[in-house]
């Protein structure tokens, strides 16, 4: 017997399953020291790594360029990386955004 959700085309994952990948990726070293963003710092570093520029009509009403600026810095900063390139590689490897 099918579970609903396959049957509906959608994918299922057991709560076994679940449960196991939530502790492995909770409790890996790694998790550990990845520094957690805010949502706002997430929104604007998806921002920025699909290309808003920082001043322009591009530029979503909501986002100032100096406060999308600041976020930028700050969310570089925190992340211990130098260039715009190496955070969208994060943003992609945390799945913040799709390459």
Not at 57 to 75: C, F, L, M, S
């Amino acid at each position: 017997m099918r579970h609903p959700a396959v049957a509906a085309g959608q994918s299922y994952i057991c709560r076994e399953v679940v449960n196991l990948v939530v502790t492995t990726v909770r409790d890996s070293p790694q998790a550990a020291e990845t520094p957690r963003l805010s949502l706002r710092e997430r929104e604007v570093l998806g921002l920025v790594c699909q290309g808003y520029a920082l001043a322009g009509d591009r530029q979503p009403a909501a986002y100032r360029p100096r406060t999308v600026e600041v976020h930028r810095r700050n969310i570089m900063r925190k992340l211990e990386v130098r260039t715009v390139a190496e955070l969208t590689r994060y943003a992609i490897r945390e799945g913040l955004v799709v390459a």
